[in-house]
């Protein structure tokens, strides 16, 4: 794991600077059974570049089922307000980020900009017992059901990495904007500088 990424998930403390920002506001989305902590270096440089970041506490690790963890977001910028919102998001995160731009709460989201996302599941969730990543499998209903909606994947952009280990058939999403980055891995990405500029210019 790298120094950088190490750093996020010790700091836990929410940034001042988070609040303040003339730019799109944006709200981050982690993985699967990870806390914002995880996008802390890609949230550094998104407050540095103008936006306001909001970080989701209520997600907690991000256990629930995608459709659940959605409606929370969904609340939470009807709650706040919110317009124009750009969602970033990793892994699992990028699923929830659609299933949101599906739902009622969807004209509220700008676009979404997703790391190492497994739009179209992981043939490796199935050998992982937690019942969240199994979940994340191909043959899951809601991972079929997002793959067969399309009518939003213009308004995404998936940063894929050249190879993840934990998803062999990679992050490219038909009809999405598809930026391929040289970084490998699924979770050390996400302090990789060519990833964090890829997130911002999209942001932008």
């Known amino acids: ?42 949230a550094d440089a998104l407050s540095a570049a103008g936006h306001p970041v909001h970080t989701l506490p209520d997600l907690r690790r991000n256990t629930a089922t995608v459709a659940d963890a959605a409606a929370l977001v969904g609340t939470y910028l009807s709650a706040k307000d919110l317009t ?26 700008r676009g979404v900009v ?23 499998a191909p043959d899951d209903a809601t991972i079929v059901e997002l793959a067969a909606r399309s009518e939003v994947n213009h308004l995404i952009t998936s940063i894929c990495p050249a190879f993840d280990p934990h998803i062999p058939s990679g992050s490219r999403l038909e009809g999405a904007t598809n930026v391929p980055v040289a970084a490998m891995g699924h979770f050390r990405v996400l302090a990789d500088r060519d990833v964090i500029d890829a997130v911002v210019a999209a942001c932008a």
Do not use: N
């Open 114 to 136: 997703t790391v190492a996302t497994p739009f179209g599941g992981s043939v490796l969730a199935r050998l992982v017992p937690h019942p969240v990543v199994r979940s994340l």
């Open 84 to 109: 124009g919102v750009l969602l970033v998001a990793h892994s699992k995160g990028g699923l929830i980020a659609k299933c949101l731009l599906l739902g009622e709460e969807g004209h509220r989201v």
């Open 1 to 42: 794991m790298s120094r950088a990424l190490a750093g996020g998930l010790v700091r836990r403390d929410v940034p001042e600077a988070y609040t303040k920002g003339e730019g799109a506001p944006v709200v981050l989305i982690p993985g699967v059974l990870e806390e914002w902590t995880m996008m802390r270096s890609i």
